[in-house]
């Protein structure tokens, strides 16, 4: 199972969200639920842990954190940050090729930028 060490390193590192330590550990305790039907559809360990990942991130940034844009330092410190790009959306896509037997699926729910669109006419 993914530890939040690794969850918050990924949010961190790959993603550039910075999401509070307590949402984090909340996102692996909901996606642990899902270790065993994880194991029943018969995944690999690896693909377990980037089930676990990608899902853990989807649900703790959910509240559409910032995201870091650029940094700075040598004391003339400075960081800023831009809002959601679609990068979520592209992670909903990695984690339902890789999550075909759909285990994590009714916990992260679906996609709020694949919105219906109704017409009357």
Same mark, same amino acid.
Do not use: H, W
């Given at each position: ?10 949010? *961190?590192?790959?993603?550039?969200? #910075?999401?509070?330590?307590? &949402?984090?550990?909340? +996102? $692996? @305790?909901?996606? =642990?639920? /899902?270790?065993?039907?994880?194991? *029943?559809?018969?995944?690999?360990? #690896?693909?377990?842990?980037? &089930?676990?990942?990608? +899902? $853990? @991130?989807?649900? =703790?940034? /959910? ?26 959306? /592209? ?31």
């Amino acid at each position: 199972m993914i530890t939040s060490t690794q969850a918050q390193e990924y949010l *961190d590192q790959a993603l550039g969200v #910075s999401v509070p330590g307590f &949402i984090v550990d909340a +996102a $692996v @305790a909901t996606v =642990a639920t /899902a270790e065993t039907a994880m194991a *029943d559809a018969g995944y690999s360990s #690896s693909d377990q842990l980037l &089930i676990q990942t990608y +899902a $853990v @991130a989807i649900i =703790a940034a /959910a509240g559409n954190p910032r995201r870091i844009n650029s940094q700075g330092a040598a004391s003339g410190a400075s960081r800023s940050f831009k809002n959601e790009d679609g990068a979520l959306s /592209a992670l909903r896509r990695s984690l339902a090729a890789l999550d075909t037997a759909g285990t994590v699926t009714a916990l992260v729910g679906p996609d709020p930028s694949a919105a219906t669109l109704f017409m009357v006419v």
